[in-house]
């Protein structure tokens, strides 16, 4: 097997195989990013409609497509929706797996963020709501000005959280050829017939994205909490 100096040379430097890595964390963060984008427009126009129906009673039609949305979304593996997606959906076109991938991601958490964002809306006190309108806004103009400032400002961290649960279901880009972070070290087992050093590289770098991240979302949430005194 030889000495663990040997196996990182044969793994990493040896025909600059830590290209595999890099190339796949920068494809790696590109889909979270951009997935995480999709995911809080949609999650956000989901919210509202659903808490602008409970709260009003309309938007009947478009209340009942959302929660088809949500059972749907939430009720399957994203896998198997990244699977779909590439090869149902776009299975006779010639579309970037990027593309792909953001897509799906977007699209799944969109549905988790809609929750998230719909329990933000719907904790602001319904007072809010009226102390608007009493000084003659419409009922978008509460929404916008009023209501979903505080309740993002209440949702934040939560999107902080699922930014990290996202970033870390990308790691299953490689069932569609998408050479991300974890492919990548899968490359790199092909090639030199070790399992351990590019798997566990592929853990240390997920590891300290996810410390990374999460320290950052707790300096935010110390941040709000400051900022409510």
Not at 213 to 228: C, D, H, I, P, T
Request: hydrophobic share 50%; aromatic share 12%; with cysteine.
């Amino acid at each position: 097997m030889g000495s663990i100096q040997e196996r990182f040379y044969q793994n990493f430097i040896q025909d600059d195989r830590w290209r595999y890595l890099w190339d796949g964390l920068y494809v790696t963060l590109e889909v979270t990013l951009l997935a995480t984008l999709i995911g809080i427009l949609l999650g956000f126009i989901v919210a509202i409609i659903r808490s602008t129906h409970d709260r009003t009673g309309k938007f009947r039609i478009l209340n009942a497509l959302c929660q088809v949305y949500l059972t749907v979304i939430r009720g399957t593996p994203v896998v198997v929706q990244l699977l779909i997606i590439y090869f149902v959906i776009f299975g006779s076109m010639n579309v970037s797996k990027v593309l792909v991938a953001v897509l799906a991601f977007g699209v799944n958490s969109g549905a988790y963020v809609a929750e998230i964002c719909r329990a933000g809306i719907m904790s602001i006190d319904i007072g809010q709501m009226e102390a608007g309108r009493s000084i003659g806004f419409s009922y978008a103009q509460t929404m916008w000005y009023i209501v979903l400032p505080q309740a993002f400002k209440n949702v934040l961290p939560a999107l902080g959280n699922e930014f990290i649960v996202l970033l870390k279901e990308t790691s299953i880009s490689g069932y569609i050829a998408l050479q991300d972070l974890t492919k990548g070290g899968d490359i790199i087992r092909s090639r030199t017939y070790d399992a351990f050093m590019p798997l566990i590289g592929v853990a240390l770098v997920y590891l300290a994205l996810v410390l990374g991240f999460s320290k950052l979302v707790s300096m935010l949430e110390r941040r709000l909490n400051q900022s409510e005194r």
